[in-house]
């Protein structure tokens, strides 16, 4: 009694939209339409499995004329020939059982097997695991670089200066962009990044929501989802998992559970790592890397880099989040000439400074604690190359790292999460995928944050977050190790 299509229909009757009869055979057409949609799917797929059944028994029949003594190989035929209907999982695995059982791998049986199970594995790849972030033209991994340029006079700001100015040329530039959030509208946001934006561009463009940071995504989706470009802001990162939910099940799935049909590039802008509260100083990277695969993660170590990665995600099609630095607001950075239009590569590295001894990777605030680091290491001999990896999602596309880490043999991973976090997914993507173990000479590193909130104060944030002298002892302890 209670079916939405149902209630929906008495509705349409009832308001005099349509006619019971008309209704009715809406009802009963879309009825025979989903059915016969329904038939030809399931005949496309059984017809496709139908021929691979054959082309695996053909591969089977060979192999075990090959190898005539090995049972598994029988068995496998026999499990095919005997299905009568099958999945194309049940093939691959099948498939691929057969293809460990062979004592040899490069005679014809062994590669025309394994040629089987690379294209079954690619095509299960492509069906299943493609259209997470956009391939199109727009994607922001193609954007064009353009470096910012300064003229010599070109001022020194405030951080918030310089987001400000970034805002202000792309609100003129793109009328279709909004920004809203908690004290986003009136007074420009807390840390004054959208300052004045509300009185130029409009309370309908710029403007206040309440304190209700699921609902705030659950707009910044929608209105991407029809074409507008919305900037979000959660107030602080520490906040972020009261908006978590909508990010990971709907934005961060949008894509690739429509096949590329539909897309929300929304834009979420909060700030975080270090400052001196225990609610607003947290890093949570690890449980946004768990949670948020389908959108970028931009963690810049200053408001200029943030700028550059605004400009360059309002040009792409993909969803993203900016966590900009929260203690660095009032840090002095020079206003560049093109602040609405320069560009920050996403997953492109950048090596701040060159060093021969140990390698030091890290993001966001944790970038000017290396720096001071690396000025004391410096002191003391130890040449150290500092490579910030500007976004975690994607990360180091162009093996940056790894091929820092050539040159010195030794790395240390630095953030202030916790224990297992991103500084343990930084040390997966270099020494695994990269294949950096292949160059240590001594063992990595990982530097973190203690496993609780930042206590609060200065003396709190000693205590709870890395510092330079945390570096520099790890530092010393590698060279030590090495006996340099």
Known sequence: AYDCNRRMADWIVASGIAAAEEVETIQAEAKQEAGEAARRAYRAYHDRVGGLVSQLTALLKSAATAYPQLETLKKCLEEVEQKRESLRFELLRIARQAYFSLPGKDDPAARDLKKFIDAERNEGSRIYSDDLLSNSPRSPLKVAVQAPVYSEDAPMKDGFEILNACFDANFEKYPELFAFGEDVGKIGDVNQGLRGMQQKYGEERVFDTGIREWTIMGQAIGMAMRGLRPIAEIQYLDYLIYGLSPLSDDLCTLRWRSNNQQAAPAIIRTRGHRLVGVWHSGSPMGMMLGSLRGMHICVPRNMTQAAGMYNTLLQGDDPAIVVEVLNAYRFKEQLPDNVGTFTVPLGVPEVLR???????????????????????????????????????????????????????????????????????YMMQQVLEKQGGYRYLDSKPITIYAQPHRPAYGQDGDYHSKPQAEDIVDAAYALMQEAGL
């Open 354 to 424: 060159t060093g021969t001894d140990i390698t030091i990777i890290s993001y966001g605030a944790c970038v000017r604690v290396a720096e001071e680091a690396c000025e004391k290491l410096e002191d003391a001999g130890v040449s150290a190359e500092l490579v910030d990896i500007q976004t975690l999602l994607p990360f180091d596309l162009p093996n940056t790292c790894v091929e820092s880490l050539k040159k010195t043999n030794r790395v240390i991973f630095l953030d202030e999460d916790f224990e297992g976090g991103a500084s343990a």
